[in-house]
């Protein structure tokens, strides 16, 4: 399965591929996280990778110079990575990040991991206990304002111990909650994090949605650019429907 997506996801030419639209929305992901991370610090700080699963992101964070720590549930996936690692140095410490004892780190990175918790709440707790003072927790996860998202909201739902059982799947199947834009700074302060700011990516025309996908294999790479950079910058009414992804960086307190 990992390979399998690693075939998908790093296909060389998205217009030939079965779902160009994903591997759009995978690069768009992994550059606004690579930006957000150069942006909250510099090469030689500390991150952990959280529910790193291939470790693409991890390796690239290592190739610019940063001390990564690799981390998923599946320990399985460490010989995976090791097999692509080339000239990156990593470091590796499989297991549930809510009992694993590392760091803490300058930066805490979890990349489409939230929406595949029961507790999105005390996730986020936990990760804060992960940073150091001062440091940043950096999420990025599919957009619960999108406007077909038909997942329960984490703010109204009565008891998400319902949902225990079945957290922690990976791939789309397994998302629970899909957190919306206002949702992301009261979730933040309740784990004692400040929200600095919130990126949009990706609209659901490029991404291939409401019946769009013929415009990601027809048209070329900077129309697309555009149409994403017109409705991420559109008002909140507009880019918050509109748009797939969210990514957010939280500062720990000193």
């Known amino acids: 399965m990992s390979l399998a997506f690693d075939k998908l996801e790093l296909a060389a030419e998205a217009r030939s591929c079965p779902d160009p639209g994903y591997v759009r929305a995978y690069r768009q992901r ?13 090469p030689g700080a ?38 692509k690692l080339g000239d990156a140095q990593i470091s590796f410490c499989p297991g549930n990040v809510f009992e694993i004892q590392a760091g803490p780190f300058d930066i805490v990175l979890a990349t489409e991991v939230i929406e595949h918790v029961a507790h999105p709440d005390e996730f986020l707790r936990q990760l804060a206990r992960l940073v150091r003072p001062g440091g940043y927790l950096i999420v990025t996860t599919p957009n619960g304002g999108y406007l077909r998202n038909e997942l329960p909201r984490f703010s109204d739902f009565g008891d998400p111990s319902v949902f225990e059982a079945s957290q922690f799947k990976p791939d789309a199947d397994g998302h629970i909650f899909l957190l919306h834009p206002d949702e992301l700074d009261s979730l933040g302060r309740a784990a004692g994090l400040e929200l600095v700011r919130v990126v949009h990516s990706t609209s659901v025309i490029s991404r291939g949605w409401l019946r769009t996908g013929f415009l990601s294999r027809r048209l070329p790479e900077g129309i697309l650019n555009a149409i994403d950079a017109g409705i991420t910058g559109s008002p909140a009414a507009v880019r918050d429907r509109l748009t797939t992804n969210l990514a957010a960086i939280y500062r720990c307190a000193e």
């Open 30 to 42: 992994v550059a606004v996280a690579l930006a957000l991370v150069d942006e909250c610090g510099s």
């Open 46 to 83: 500390e991150i952990l990778d959280v529910a790193a699963a291939q470790g693409n992101l991890t390796i690239a964070l290592a190739m610019r110079g940063y001390r990564v720590t690799w981390n998923d549930l599946r320990a399985e996936l460490a010989d995976y990575v090791r097999l």
